[in-house]
């Protein structure tokens, strides 16, 4: 039989080591865990060192940078060169319109130059031309620009077709204004003026329209008027001053003749978007 004094010295011995392998356990619990918090701990700075050094990574963020400018500068260079484009194709156009619709004039005996100033070929004086089509490329910039700074982008009948059908129908107020015969020049303005406001209420119907072709009706009539007076040409039968009383509706008509092709050359293709699909024609920003 065990004696007393071995349970006395066996019994507080296995107390104290079972107490003692508690904290042991705890104490590993903890060096586990103090282990793991700095292993997080190191990993965290490794991480922002890693995005830190893919943003200053020179085959990322300078490219990426590189890649806007290029596009923003490309933009540009197209944009300048588009416009461009435009001043010259609307200068050709006011060119060939002056020269074909002076001459009709002058063969009619509406519109009567100095012999000095004639040119064989066009019948016409030599100036007569270039200040047309610098005011057609003018005015043709013009009315894209309006409509942008308006807030308004013209969308009726933003076609090619509708366009020279504008210009055929002013090409027949000009002939009409040279070829038809009425009792006096009254009613010849009259007449035209109906005729003008219906180009404009066809092609075009807009505001800025109606009041970029009034402001430039008024402005053309006026340097005519200065031009007659100085003597530069005359008008025969002149019943508006120096000038006959039908021309503001024929600048008028003119007006809004070059203001649509020139919306209509501010009107480019949308480039494709990266699903493959156009949304269709898109206006440029202007000046």
Known sequence: MPRLDDHLWRGPCA???KHRSHPRASARELVAKAGEMINSSGSGPSLLAAHGALGTDPAHGPQRTGVGGQGSSSHV????HHLVQRSLVLFSVGVVLALVLNLLQVQRNVT??????????????????????????VVGLLYPCIDSHLGEPHKFKREWAS??????????????SAKLDFANNVQLSLTLAALSLGLWWTFDRSRSGLGLGITIAFLATLITQLLVYNGVYQYTSPDFLYIRSWLPCIFFSGGVTVGNIGRQLAMEPEFPSHDGSVSGFSELPLL
């Open 112 to 137: 009567l130059f100095p012999d000095e100033v004639i040119a064989t070929i066009f019948s016409s004086a030599w100036w007569v031309p270039p200040c047309c089509g610098t005011a057609a490329a």
């Open 163 to 176: 366009v020279m059908r504008c210009v055929a129908v002013f090409v027949g107020i000009n002939h009409a």
């Open 15 to 17: 107390k104290g080591t």
């Open 77 to 80: 260079n197209s944009w300048h």
